[in-house]
Structures are given as structure tokens and as C-alpha cells.
């Protein structure tokens, strides 16, 4: 690729943030419970879809075994349990 375009890793002033972008990040030391977990995530998809660009995270689900993988883009989501912990 450099050998096509010598300016291919030359990113300076490429790059810039929108800011009206944002993220947010939560950390719960507890297993959840997967109803409060469904309509909370059932709530943002419904309600927030179309401003949410990606989530995506891994959760500690109480009285499960497996943690739950999980991802999603606008309102399409994704997840599923996957590796003990």
C-alpha cells in the first residue's frame, strides 16, 4: 500500500472529533439480573436507537455460568452467552 501511495501513513490532519459524539462507559462489580438488563438495553434501543452508534460490552448475568457477549449498532443487536467465566 505505502508503495502505491507514500502519503498512505501520513494521517496528520485527517482525522477530527465531532463533538456532538460521546461515549460512556459502566462498571458494576455485582452479577445483574437479566429482566432489569433486558428492559434497560430494550429501552435504549427503542427510545435512543438512532443516536446510539455502537455498544457493545461483556456482563456478569446472576445465576448464569457463562458471561453474555453482547454488541449492537442503532437498534440492531446482538449477544449471546458464550465462555464460562
Not at 501511495?5 to 462489580?29: I, K
Request: hydrophobic share 40%; glycine share 4%; aromatic share 10%.
Amino acid at each position: 500500500t505505502v508503495a502505491m501511495d507514500p502519503e498512505f501513513l501520513n494521517t496528520e490532519n485527517e482525522h477530527e472529533h465531532d463533538q456532538t459524539v460521546s461515549s460512556v462507559s459502566v462498571a458494576e462489580q455485582r452479577p445483574l439480573d437479566l429482566d432489569s438488563i433486558q428492559r434497560w438495553i430494550n429501552y435504549l434501543l427503542t427510545q435512543k436507537g438512532t443516536d446510539l452508534y455502537r455498544m457493545k460490552g461483556v456482563l456478569n448475568v446472576a445465576k448464569c455460568d457463562e458471561r453474555f457477549m453482547f454488541q449492537a449498532v442503532h437498534m440492531i443487536f446482538n449477544g449471546e452467552f458464550d465462555e464460562p467465566w
